[in-house]
């Protein structure tokens, strides 16, 4: 298993209750204005600002080109529950929006703070709902075991390497923007990056 599982394509979005105007695209192939593809123009801060005057389709267009970025995160840490905690984040950041400033970091740094929160919040809730002295009665799936275990690992590491390897291989940043988003050099987040990542194969080889 390594980090290359957690960057899947991600093709279907979910209802998104509570949000301004978005629904499901047209059809279920590729979202066709991604983070990836829409990074190197103005749209994002142009969307942003208009949707900080109440303008919800802008909105809906800042949630269909954000939506793998931070479902991706929601699912590797909490699995089939991730489409609620998703909708979490995205109502979390509608309301939010006012108080939004960029400071030099891209929006996604932004959505991923909230997204952090509400995937703590609902691993907090599922600490304190999940019955402790039951043993399943028979082994997890394999691929939700390497998921899980992962998780466990990255949760492991020292708070700004747990940031690098969330922005850059979940959230899906380049390594100048997860130093904005961090606010460090480019060199940091290099060095921060190659230590997690040793980190993250030592503790995965004690899993073996």
Do not use: C
Not at 13 to 32: C, F
Not at 168 to 180: C, F, H, Q, T
Request: proline content about 6%.
């Amino acid at each position: 298993m390594t980090l290359a599982m957690v960057d899947e394509p991600v093709a279907r979005l979910p209802l998104a209750r509570n949000l301004p105007n978005i629904s499901r695209p047209r059809s279920e192939g590729k979202v066709e204005d991604t983070l990836a593809e829409v990074r190197d123009l103005d749209v994002v801060p142009r969307l942003v600002a208009r949707a900080q005057e109440g303008d919800r389709d802008a909105f809906a267009e800042l949630y269909r080109i954000h939506f793998g970025a931070v479902f991706r995160l929601a699912r590797f840490s909490l699995g089939s529950d991730a489409e609620d905690a998703v909708a979490d984040t995205f109502l979390r950041a509608w309301t939010g929006l006012p108080r939004y400033r960029s400071d030099g970091a891209p929006f996604a740094a932004w959505l991923y703070g909230i997204a952090r929160h509400v995937v703590a919040d609902e691993l907090a809730k599922r600490k304190r709902t999940e019955p402790r002295a039951d043993v399943p009665d028979r082994p997890i799936e394999l691929l939700e075991d390497d998921r899980l275990t992962m998780a466990a690992a990255i949760e492991r590491l020292p708070t700004e390497q747990r940031q690098v390897i969330e922005l850059k291989y979940l959230v899906g940043l380049r390594n100048p923007e997860v130093a904005a988003a961090l606010g460090v050099s480019v060199g940091a987040v290099n060095a921060k990056q190659w230590r997690a990542l040793a980190a993250l194969q030592e503790m995965l080889k004690e899993q073996r």
